[in-house]
């Protein structure tokens, strides 16, 4: 019996080390790590139980390329799975899925997160529709699990055809720069149908994941960076570390004088939240729109903001698509909406109503209004016509709003405004400036919005944090669940 055990137990470590050393052969300069040691930096204390590692396919491989296993993240339960991509490289075949369909429904039975690390040429070539049907499975667990459990992607490397689909339904992807590769056909595929000759790196590297497509939520330097930036996603969606850390900076340092002038929303927002918590997704896609992650006392919240540096802060179509995303997933998974509004509107142009801005407009309205979490929205400086009405406004039921006292809310600019309304006053001679100001006074100032009932208060920028803080203290809290977070 003991001859067994020591037997089987060198086994293992055999097999652990033969993972290490083709991973070394194979990517000694990369930086690139095994598989067991990406599960040992995923889970607390490098600790995880692995289930299913002798599970054999067709291919005769112990594992057949993947690892299933089960931890603590941030001292909660948490599932994960890690691809070979040194056997087949990390091909889907039956047995392989099978190990993921079985991992993703105990992390749904046990209602905890599950993070795939993937590196795979997708499915199986050498097994037929088994592959197919292991990734039909695999999307349908992904969809049944979708706004119930928080679903993670990290991708390590190339991720080709269904192991690109599997993440694209997920809540978030992390990317590691420069060896990321996400796409449905490959360059030689696209040569041969359509002519086209482009590089992989161009076509689906960590760059275009992550400023052209929008795929990447986060894209880390290195394979430890995206690991650790993981953990800290999951500590966000599970709610956040309730320590209480204090906020520090002045929003009217970073407010500019000129109404006109462009300043960086990032910097506004790092003033009101827990310092060091802004944990931004989709930073370098779609940047007239700000989505993220931070604390306020130490509890999770989702930060939406217009960002004047990029468009003006318009909203357009991509804008559209980022933020409705983001309040559908916080709204799933319980966490808080703060708004802040600094935007001149939906971007005009054929382009953007070509590309349907009303389709994917529609998205941001639908996702505010269908919320049940607390909503908090502060208007900074402008919020004109359907933007206003869009970015978490009363009347589409935000909780509580909030307006600094030199903000303009408006159907459209006093400049514009005048144009339409005043013809017949311009025609006669009057004084552009003075209808202007006529303009801004009666309708646009935040003392009009109050009076009629549609903002709760004006409020000074240094009192921002304590308002929001005292808002969602008395808003109380919403059940997981309620509906998934489809990727729009
Ligand atoms: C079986 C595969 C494989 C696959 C790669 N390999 N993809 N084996 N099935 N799908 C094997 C190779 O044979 C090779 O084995 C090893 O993995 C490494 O592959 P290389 O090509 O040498 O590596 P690299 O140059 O890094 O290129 C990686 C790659 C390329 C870009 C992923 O391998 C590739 O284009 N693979 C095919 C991608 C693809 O079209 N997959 C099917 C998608 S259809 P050896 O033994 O030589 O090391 C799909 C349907 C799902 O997934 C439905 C979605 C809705």
Known sequence: MKEKIVEFTKAMEQKAAGEESRYQAKYAQAGKLAPRKRLALLFDGGKYTEVGALARGDAGVDGDAVITAYGSIAGKPAYAYC????????????????????????????????????????????????SLDGYGRIFSNNVKSSGRIPQIAIVFGACAGGASYSPALMDFIITVRGRSRMFITGPEVIKTVIGEEVSMEELGGSEALGRKSGISHFNCADEAAALSSCRTLVGYLQGGSRRPLKASGDIMAVIPESERGAYDMRRLVSCVFDEGSIFESQGDWATNAITAFATLEGRAVAVIASQPMSKAGCIDIEASEKMSRFVRMADAFGLPVVTFVDTPGYLPGVGQEHGGIIRHGAKLLYAYAEARVPKVTVVVRKAFGGAYIAMGSKSIGADHVFAYPFCEIAVMGAEGAIRIVNKKELAAGVSPDELIQAYRKNLMSPEFAAHENLIDEIILPSQTRERILAALESAGSVERGEHGNIPL
Do not use: F
Not at 101 to 109: E, H, P, S
Not at 113 to 120: G, H, T, Y
């Open 83 to 130: 691809q070979d991509y040194t056997l087949m490289g990390g091909s889907l075949g039956r047995v392989h899925a099978d190990k993921i369909v079985r991992i993703q429904q105990q992390a749904l039975k046990a209602k905890a997160p599950i993070i795939a690390l993937l590196e795979s040429g997708g499915a199986r070539i050498q097994e037929g529709i088994n």
